[in-house]
Structures are given as C-alpha cells and as structure tokens.
Nanobody
Framework: RGSAQASGGGSVHAGGSLRLSCAAS????????VGWFRQVPGSVREAVSC????????YFGDSMKGRFTISRDNAKNLVYLQMDNLKPEDTAEHYC????????????????WGKGTLVTVSS
C-alpha cells in the first residue's frame, strides 16, 4: 500500500528554521498531491499546508502564512516544507500524507500516511 514518511524535525529556538521532507514508499510522489499536518497530544490534528500534484495549487493554514513555504522536487520524489520564524506554538508531531490539495480548502481525501517527525520550538 505504501507510506509517506516525514523527516527533518528537530529542536530549535523561536525564530529558527527547519525544513521537513516527505518521501514516498510504494508509489511515486510525483503523481500525487501532498498534505502536511501537525498534532499535539490531546489536540485535534491540524492542516498545515498542501501542494497539488502539478505544484500549481498550494495552501497554508492561517498561522503559517508568510512563514512556511512548500515545494516539490519531482526528480528526487520529495516534497519539502520550509518552516521559518518558528514559534513555540509550532511545537508538534508533523506528518505528511498523500492527498488532494485545494487552494481554499487545503488538504483533503488523504489516503496514505506514515510516521511523523517531531518539531520542538523553545522560547
């Protein structure tokens, strides 16, 4: 069935940056959109960003706009989430998933997930 594996998390101070990567196993990421999500234990999963299969449509949650960018490298079969000016409230487990991406509605119709990567931002 495959999986979408997130990596690149770590611990940074507020104002720092991290770049997360999403790699696919069992299918080619080039043919699909990708969504990024985050979740804090005990809280609802939150949509962070997404990118369509052709890279034309992207979406960012309100608190991420202006700080995060999303891109894809089809040659490497990877999707990146660049996170700048990180804040303590960005601390969460981050996941990527195979999904559709709407500019207004964000990621939807997710069908393949994988393990997350932890982002910790200290003040």
């Amino acid at each position: 069935r495959g999986s979408a594996q997130a990596s690149g998390g770590g611990s940074v101070h507020a104002g720092g940056s991290l770049r997360l990567s999403c790699a696919a196993s069992g299918f080619s990421l080039n043919d699909y959109g990708v969504g990024w999500f985050r979740q804090v234990p005990g809280s609802v999963r939150e949509a962070v960003s997404c990118i369509s299969s052709d890279g034309v449509d992207t979406y960012f949650g309100d608190s991420m706009k202006g700080r995060f960018t999303i891109s894809r490298d089809n040659a490497k079969n990877l999707v990146y989430l660049q996170m700048d000016n990180l804040k303590p409230e960005d601390t969460a487990e981050h996941y990527c998933a195979r999904s559709l991406c709407g500019k207004q509605v964000g990621p939807h119709s997710m069908d393949i997930w994988g393990k997350g990567t932890l982002v910790t931002v200290s003040s």
